[in-house]
């Protein structure tokens, strides 16, 4: 392979020099020095590159194929040359294929081709460009924002960039795959199924995208509608317009159609509305709609129904609903009725049956005083019918309150920037709607509420606090103050523990919140990274291993109670990979001369503060150097090369620099530059002319220029000219010199020196007037200066503008942007002048104002209306103009909008100006009304009226008016007509003196220029004989009692206005008051009849009827019941009586309330067999002649039937025993019961005490009764007594298990022993599921709900009176935790051909378990392994024993197990997979490492290559906690690379895809940075091959005076850093260390690999022997270690180096039969040196030969149950006097350890590690 692989290096050598000579054929003509074999020629034919596929961009992990054609060479054997961006590819086909294509493959692809020794032209290159594919998008293709089932919806998968692409598409909505492959993913008809949040990716060839973001599609059920109406009552009054609109909530952005139900509102294509314009009941109904859009219909709405109905009943409020008053006050009591709220009423009031003169629907008071309480009620009118009278609402007039000021919260320390709130309580005013004013003013709002919020309080919000209340026009006094502090809140500092800014990755930091001042306070702490939360509420946060996400800028904040400190200052967290250092030269050129002093500088950047150490080298050689400055005084060319650096802080070593090279070089010819490099130069700017030697750099130059005026000796490198001049213009050269030696003279270079430009202002756009908001930009230019890169400096006034380009944009011009303006120009250090100053001017924009002409706000429809827009200050401007109505925009761009009006152009008119892109505001609204011409009304004064009719008396004086409501600013002419008949009279009123014969209907209509109102409609006038009184009396009771107040009122119907004169009398007597009052205090001598007559001028009326006024004396009667119980109930018999006391001898009649009571004439006794109706209370009252007593008041309630309750004190009666029944009548406090018992439906007996004993079982109940005739309660629920037996049930499980898990069957089961008899059975339980009462209770999948006690009992079913007692209780445990079998492995490093063992253990091992055995098929698509990767191994399939023994093992492999019992079978969950290793390298699957050792630093780079003939890999490690890692998620190729740390200590194999493993390695992890790790190979050694060991530190990898051990014994003790084996024999096995400057490595087992066999048949059967004597020898150590209980040994354990936890893992000897175990998880490696007897008898040191055998240590104490086995071992090494050259090694089987439960002694130690056990024996006699 070796010279395959040079043939191939000379073959791409040879190409590269053909292909490169191809270029410059010119050469091959020109050199005739060369030979004819030499010089080749092109070949007539270019080739062509191209690319497949052909796609403009290549996305990363596609494949892609660069080929290579010939036009017309199709024939010839060609051999091709390629190259990438001019760097050759060794690559010699004529397609370069890249499989999984990267972005470091982009570049430029060329190729050449030859034949024999002629090779084409390079073709022309072709460009691949490799991008990161695109992320798709998926959007939602619809017009709707919300989508209902049934609805069409398109999802569409978009990919930005790669259009021209043959996408295959795969969508998934949720983490469910859909079948399309389209871009589209239409869905017909939506369902609620189809919500979800979609994504999807792109496939291009065998190349996949990332899946898209999610985009979420929401369907909805179609929405449900709503009917409402308007106005929005459902009962309205015949006559009356009502609309009914259809409402879809939530669907408002769609076009809907609408279909109404009933069917008679549908119209083709209706709307949603539907306007009744005169209800009739007949309207009256259910109305309901649906909606459809598209095609789809919603569902019908609910119905709503419309109701016509008269007029209801009104109800009394107050204003507002406050139900105390305070003096002083304004209150309003309204009169509403309800659901006639737009009917036009007239009202009717009274104030505890007092009327008040009121006819509007509310009655004011102002000021009220305690004289206003009482008790108001109304009535309504709406055309001739009155409604009836409301019911009383109380007003009650109170003193009023001090209200108390409290601050929430009520801590004595607030702090600024915190929330306070100040309230205001009125104690007693809780129901009253308030508002509030406070001390101090700045507190007051206009209305202010109770609760004043501080949201951030300040200092200056400190001070006393008072308030008053105020409800309407009425204040209550002033608060007591209350005094609020506010100091400055703490503010938060972020610290960092330690305090460096740049933390490195895997270091610990400590964040910490600190409140300065805020120490006593209870503080919660929020932190955030950047502005994201982090959840940590205390006042630290500790990142222990930090990493790059972890970096940021940290803040945080305090809260107390609600209120949050401000946030802290930020502090920003670096952390940073370890930096990678620079190298510098200084001087920094690359090309030095000899003898010049160079420093070669490592540099670390963000790591200055940390204290480095360096380590150097050149090219591949370290210079010994620890500085990071390297100088080397006289450099030569030997000193030229590649220099790197790299540097350690702490252990962390950082990577090596990028390579700068220090070349040394002879100078060349000078160049000339100018600086700056303009070719045109203003006078007075500074230029330097510079003389450069490129390669030149780093020598001593002196410089020579050209013209000679420049030299002014010793002349430097640059000749600056501070302030050029024209005289400064012309040609410049220069040469250089060093010692001696001159260059030759550069090439000249040209100055050209002119006059500076003069910088000019305009504006843009260029109007003098601009307004604010609109864009202007000031524009700076500069005449023949357009080629010079400029800044330019701007000023308003005299005051800098910060913009330094050519143009000032003012984007939304203010009045602050006015001003002059005025610039210059910069370049470099030069000024121009300041350009002159141009003046802008900005001033705000005007604000139009519409007017209507004629100026009149109500317009009649017909009339002509100018609509007029006018910008004041805005006149000479070309102005557009735009309209609107309401929001709606109308057409008209002119200033003025003429129309002949329609009530549809009514509405709010507003107008605003446009100017280029900028628009005025809207100007304020002017409302237009246009209505139809106004009908008149015709009102008579005086206005003593009826509805629709007057009346006006004989003789009397009436004025008629004509009122046009709304026409009130217009001129109107009048015309008059009296039935059909016009009079005279044009003006607006018209005056009757001494009407008489002027009955009749009076209407009238106006004019307004030439057009008349409609006549309005007739008011009647009629002329009659004054009317007639009647008497009232207030309150209206014709029965009073002595002392009352009663108001008797004279009332003139339908004359309430006029103004009368009254004359009173009682019975014929007349009484002088002359008002229409008469209010009296009774007495006996008031009572009579009351009439009245009026007087208004000089007539008067007719006397009214008389009206009777009866007075009560001060009699009060009692009513009594009988019988007089507390409680009666429905049923029984009941007498009311009525008695007078004192009253005997009187005749009297009764009158009882309720009414229903009273027969006349009425007796003083009632006689009731009562219902519930029955109960209320009731009164009764006397009358004897006109004389009333009081009346008398009782109570009777009536419950329903009531219902006997019967306990018992058991329900069986027990052997010999009695029960003990009560029976009670609830509530306990009703009287008077017998009780009435019963058994299996019969009598039983009678007794008054309610208690009563029973010694028989059988079916009980019992009822209650009282009085005469009997009344009798419900009879009881039955309560069954049984009668024990003396059999008693047991209550069994099958199977008899302590536990079973969730899902297994088992059956509960209660059996009775003894007799015959057939029962029934009865069960109780506390769990959730109550059993069937069989004999047998099956519990087929038994889960947590089943867990619980279970007992029974028997019913004999010849006598189910009889039953047994309860059984005992069983307890039945459900777990429904599903059990894991634990799996252990025996040995775990495998020896060719032994044995495995594995033990599988679960929680209840005798609970009849069966075992099922598996390997493990790895599958390199899952993370774990699944049951579908697990194959049955042979044979094992449901064994009895938990142990399975594997013969002939050779390969790492991993196995698991499961156990199953029942019937059907239960099975367990499958173990955690374990694994037996192998180290042995074989052909199929192995494992690499690189570098070759087993112990590592940290963060060392160490490569895991797996190699076999697989495509896929994984890297699986065993950790030192027990756990199973897949080690990279994404391999390169075959390799894993890791960055080691302590906790990748572990054993690491491959897996393929094919499911093979390979062989296992041990790696070990250093975690003491200043420890040494020992260099010794990860493989077994072939024996006979040389190895050498070595010790490394991590910062010196070569170390000296190195101590070597093997298995613990100092095998080399010299100079030698090397431990050096130059033929390894089976003997050389075994652990190393090593032990540099007082520091020792950890151990690691080096396994030597036996070739072939190596023994005679006479040294076979000297190992036999040996091996004989060595079992007899061990058995007779174990009989002592069984008498002495272990204490044999003599133990010394040694543990690993380095931190408590690690472990060291062992290589294994394939070809050996011995078996080293590996680390058991988390525990410590104990080696035991067991020695009794050292023969050192010669005083020799040497390492004896040693021999080691398998010893199986047995369970020496007998039923003693063990722990489950561990992957521990014992390994012995016995010292023997053999002469044996090989070892053999004994792996000593610890027995398994004991339950806690037993007490038969303690397993040993050695347990839970792996033991390695040195026994040294004494030598046997003659030895």
């Known amino acids: ?112 081709v030859g034949r024999s020794s002629s090779w084409t032209e390079w073709s022309d290159t072709i460009t691949l460009r490799v991008i990161a594919p695109p992320k798709p998008t998926v959007t939602l293709q619809h017009n709707w924002p919300q989508i209902y089932s049934g609805e069409t919806v398109t999802v569409r998968c978009e990919i930005q960039g790669g259009e021209g692409a043959q996408w295959t598409y795969e969508w998934r909505r949720g983490q469910s795959s859909i079948r399309s492959a389209s871009s589209e993913y239409r869905t017909i008809s939506a369902t609620e199924s189809d919500s979800g949040g979609y994504s999807c990716r792109g496939r291009r060839g065998s190349s996949w995208t990332e899946w898209s973001d999610i985009t979420t599609l929401t369907v909805l059920p179609p929405p449900k509608l709503t009917v409402i109406l308007q106005p929005s009552m459902t009962q309205i009054y015949s006559g009356e317009t009502v609309t009914v609109r259809c409402e879809i909530q939530g669907g408002e952005g769609a076009q809907w159609t609408y279909e109404w139900s009933p069917a008679k509102l549908n119209t083709h294509e209706t709307s949603s509305e539907y306007r009744i314009i005169r209800a009739t009941e007949s309207d009256s109904g259910g109305y309901s709609c649906r909606g459809k859009r598209s095609f789809s219909w919603t569902k019908w709405s609910d119905i709503t129904t419309l109701t016509v109905l008269s007029p209801p009943k009104p109800t009394v409020f107050l204003q507002h609903d406050w139900p105390q008053i305070y003096s002083g006050e304004t209150v309003t009591v309204r009169c509403e009725i309800q659901g006639g709220e737009g009917a036009q009423w007239t009202y009717e009031w009274r104030r505890d049956h007092s009327n008040i003169g009121s006819a509007s629907s509310e009655y004011r008071t102002i000021r009220a005083t305690e004289s206003d309480s009482g008790g108001y009620s109304c009535r309504g009118k709406r055309s001739s019918s009155w409604t009836e009278w409301s019911d009383i609402t109380t007003l009650t007039v109170l003193c009023p309150p001090k209200p108390t000021v409290t601050l929430q919260p009520s801590w004595t320390q607030i702090y600024s920037g915190e929330t306070v709130t100040v309230t205001c309580e009125i104690q007693g005013g809780e129901g009253a709607q308030w508002t509030y004013e406070w ?95 982090i959840g940590s509420a205390s006042r630290e946060y500790t990142i222990n291993k930090v990493t790059e996400s972890n970096a940021g800028e940290y803040s945080c904040r305090g809260k107390r109670s609600f209120s949050w400190t401000k946030w802290s200052d930020i502090t920003t967290l670096t952390v940073l990979s370890p930096p990678k250092p620079t190298v510098t030269l200084q001087p920094s050129w690359t090309q030095i001369y000899r003898d010049t002093t160079v420093t070669v500088r490592c540099e670390i950047h963000g790591g200055e503060r940390a204290q480095w150490t360096y380590e150097w080298r050149r090219g591949q050689k370290n210079i010994p150097e620890t500085s990071s400055v390297y100088t080397i005084n006289r450099v030569t060319e030997s000193d030229g090369g590649g220099y790197s650096c790299r540097a350690t802080r702490s252990s962390s070593w950082t990577e090596w620099s990028d390579i700068t090279t220090l070349r040394v070089t002879v100078p060349i010819k000078p160049t000339v530059t100018l600086q700056p490099s303009w070719t045109q130069i203003y006078s007075g700017e500074t230029v330097t002319v510079r003389c450069e030697i490129q390669g030149g750099e780093g020598a001593q130059w002196t410089y020579e220029w050209r013209p000679a005026k420049l030299n002014t000796p010793p002349t430097s490198s640059e000749y600056t000219i501070i302030r050029a001049t024209e005289s400064d213009g012309g040609g410049y050269s220069c040469r250089g010199r060093a010692d001696r030696f001159f260059t030759e003279w550069s090439d000249i270079i040209t100055l050209t020196v002119s006059s500076p430009p003069e910088p000019t202002v305009t504006l843009h756009p260029s109007w003098t007037q601009i307004y604010s908001g609109e864009a202007v930009t000031v524009r700076c230019e500069i005449q023949g200066g357009e080629g010079a890169q400029w800044m330019y400096v701007w000023r308003r006034g005299q005051i800098n503008i910060h913009e330094t380009s050519n143009e000032y944009k003012i984007i939304t011009a203010t009045e602050s942007d006015r001003g002059g303006y005025s610039c210059i120009g910069r370049r470099g250090s030069f000024y121009t002048q300041w350009s002159d100053s141009i003046t802008l001017t900005v001033s705000s924009p005007p604000k139009p104002t519409v007017t209507l002409q004629p100026s009149w706000t109500q317009i009649y429809s017909g009339e002509t209306v100018t609509v007029r827009c006018e910008i004041q200050g805005g006149e000479g401007a070309q102005w557009m103009y735009e309209w609107r109505r309401g929001q709606v925009n109308i057409r008209p761009t002119s200033r003025e909008y003429t129309i002949t009006v329609t009530e549809s152009d009514s509405g709010a008119y507003s107008c605003r100006g446009r100017r280029g892109s900028f628009y005025t505001e809207w100007s304020k609204s002017i409302t237009l009304t246009v209505s ?321 004993s029973v010694s028989e079982g059988g079916l009980y109940s019992c009822r209650g009764g009282r009085g ?20 008693r049930p047991v209550v069994t499980l099958y199977p008899n298990w302590s536990e079973i898990y969730r899902g297994e069957t088992i059956t509960v089961r209660c059996e009775i022993h003894g007799g015959d008899t057939e029962w029934d059975y009865e069960w109780e339980t506390n769990s959730t599921i109550k059993p069937p009462n069989q004999t047998e209770y099956r519990i087929r999948s038994a889960t947590s709900s089943n867990s619980g006690n279970y007992r029974c009992k028997g019913r004999m079913k010849s006598s189910q009176h009889k039953t047994t007692e309860w059984s005992d209780s069983v307890t039945l445990t459900v777990s429904d935790n599903k059990p894991s079998p634990v799996l252990t492995v025996s040995p775990s490093w495998l020896s060719p051909g032994a044995s495995v063992t594995l033990n599988c253990q679960v929680e209840h091992p005798s609970a009849g378990w069966s075992f099922y055995w598996y390997k493990v098929v790895p599958d390199l698509k899952t993370y774990n392994y699944k049951s579908s ?167 010196q990898k070569i170390l000296s005076n190195v101590f070597f051990y093997h298995n613990d014994k100092l095998i080399q003790n010299d100079t030698r850093g090397e431990l050096n084996i130059s033929a390894v024999s089976k003997s050389d096995e075994g652990f190393y260390k090593c032990q540099y400057s007082g520091r020792e490595s950890a151990q690691s087992w080096m396994s030597v690999k036996v070739t ?108 003693r149950k063990h722990h489950k086995p561990e992957q521990s071992a014992v390994y012995s090494e016995v010292k023997t006097g053999a002469a044996e050259d090989s070892l053999m090694y004994a792996e000593v089987k610890r027995p398994k350890k004991e339950k806690a439960k037993k007490k038969a002694g303690k397993s040993s130690p050695a347990a839970d590690a792996a033991v390695y056990s040195e026994v040294t024996l004494g030598s046997f006699p003659g030895q």
């Open 1268 to 1287: 005469e005739p009997v009344y009798y309660t419900e009879d009881s629920e039955s309560v069954r007594i049984d009668t024990t037996v003396s059999n």
């Open 439 to 533: 001390r101090p003013d700045k507190l007051n709002k206009r209305p202010t509420s109770n609760n004043y919020r501080i949201i951030t309080v300040t200092q200056s919000d400190s001070g006393g606090y008072s308030c008053q209340g105020r409800r309407g026009s009425f204040y209550t006094q002033w608060s007591d103050s209350i005094t609020l502090t506010v100091s400055s809140p703490p503010k938060p500092t972020v610290t960092l523990q330690p305090s460096w800014t740049q933390i490195y990755r895997g270091e610990t930091v400590t964040v910490r919140c600190e409140i300065q001042g805020g120490e006593g306070a209870q503080w919660t702490y929020e932190w955030r990274r950047g502005h994201s939360n």
């Open 1652 to 1759: 072939g066999p190596s023994s005679s048949p006479v040294w076979l059967m000297v190992g036999l022997v040996c091996g004989v004597s060595l079992i007899i020898i061990l058995l007779l150590l174990l009989y002592r270690c069984r008498r002495s209980k272990y204490s044999c040994f003599t133990r010394s354990i040694q543990s690993e180096s380095h931190s408590p936890g690690s472990s060291t893992n062992h290589g294994v000897n394939q070809d050996e039969t011995h078996v080293y175990d590996s680390v058991h998880p988390g525990t410590n490696n104990l080696y035991e040196s067991v020695m009794p007897v050292e023969d050192n008898r010669n005083g020799s040191d040497e390492h004896q030969d040693v021999t080691y055998a398998l010893i199986e240590l047995k369970n020496f104490e007998k039923k």
């Open 932 to 1252: 139809s011409p106004p009908k008149p009304t015709v009102f008579l004064q005086p206005s003593w009226t009826r509805i629709y009719s007057s009346v006006i008396y004989s003789g009397e004086t009436v004025t008629v008016r004509c009122e046009i409501q709304g026409g009130e600013g217009a001129q109107w002419t009048y015309e008059w007509r009296r039935g059909q008949v016009n009079i005279r009279p044009t003006s607006i009123k018209y005056t009757i003196s001494r009407a008489k014969s002027h009955s009749g209907g009076y209407s009238c209509r106006g004019r307004r220029s030439s057009s008349w109102t409609e006549w309005s409609d007739i008011t009647t006038l009629t002329v009659l004989p004054p009317p007639k009184p009647t008497v009232t009396l207030q309150p209206s009771w014709t029965q009073m009692y002595s002392g009352d107040r009663v108001t008797v009122r004279c009332e003139i119907q339908g004359v309430e206005r006029a103004q009368w004169t009254y004359e009173w009398r009682r019975g014929q007597s007349s009484i002088h008051p002359t008002s229409s009052v008469y209010t009296i205090t009774v007495t006996e001598s008031d009572g009579g009849g009351y009439s009245c007559r009026g007087t208004r001028s000089s007539s008067w009326t007719e006397w009214s009827d008389i009206t009777t006024l009866k007075v009560t004396v001060p009699i009060e009667p009692t009513v009594t019941l009988q019988p007089s119980w507390t409680q009666i109930y429905s049923g029984e018999t009941v007498t009311v009586r009525c008695e007078i006391q004192g009253g005997e001898g009187a005749q009297w009649t009764y009158e009882w309330r309720p009414a229903k009571l009273s027969t006349p004439p009425t007796s003083n006794e009632y006689r009731i067999t009562v219902t519930q109706s029955d109960s209320g209370g009731y009164s009764c009252r006397g009358r004897r002649d006109y004389v009333l007593t009081y009346w008398s008041n009782i109570r009777l309630t009536v419950s329903s039937k009531p219902k006997a309750e019967l306990r018992a004190d058991r329900t069986a009666v027990p052997v010999g025993g009695s029960v003990t029944l009560t029976c009670s009548v609830s509530p306990s406090s009703s009287s008077g019961w017998k009780y009435y018992w019963y058994r299996d439906g019969k009598s039983y007996e009678a007794v008054t005490n309610g208690e009563t």
């Open 1 to 112: 392979m070796g010279h395959s692989l040079l043939c191939m290096m000379g073959f791409f050598l040879l190409s590269t020099v053909i292909c490169g000579n191809a270029e410059d054929n010119t050469t091959h003509s020109q050199d005739a020095d060369k030979s004819e074999e030499e010089q080749t020629t092109s070949v007539p034919i270019k080739p062509t590159v191209t690319l497949q596929p052909s796609w403009p961009q290549i996305y990363s992990g596609e494949t892609v194929t660069v080929r290579c054609e010939i036009q017309g060479g199709e024939g010839a054997q060609w051999t091709y040359g390629w190259r990438r961006d001019q760097v050759n590819i060794g690559e010699t086909s004529s397609e370069y294929r890249i499989i999984t294509v990267s972005e470091s493959d982009s570049g430029g692809y060329s190729c050449c």
């Open 1429 to 1595: 990767s697990y194959e049955l191994l042979p044979d094992g399939s449901g064994t009895a024993q938990d142990s399975y023994i594997i013969h002939g093992q050779t390969h790492t492999a991993g196995y698991v197990c499961r156990a199953g019992r029942g019937d059907p079978e239960y099975h367990t969950d499958h173990s955690q997979p374990k694994f037996v290793w192998s180290a042995d390298v074989h052909s199929a699957a192995s494992l690499t490492v690189s570098p070759d050792r087993v112990q590592h630093f940290t963060s060392d780079s160490v490569s895991l290559t797996c190699e076999g003939n697989f495509t896929e890999w994984r890297v699986r490690k065993f950790s030192e906690d027990g756990q199973l890692y897949s080690v990279c998620r994404r391999m390169t190729g075959s390799t894993c690379n890791i960055y080691t740390s302590k906790s990748d200590t572990g054993v690491y194999w491959c897996e393929s895809g094919s499911g093979e493993f390979s062989s296992a390695v041990n790696i070990t992890v250093q975690n003491d940075g200043n420890g040494p790790i020992l260099v010794s190979p990860v493989h077994p050694v072939t024996e006979g091959a040389s190895v050498s060991l070595s010790c490394s530190l991590k910062t």
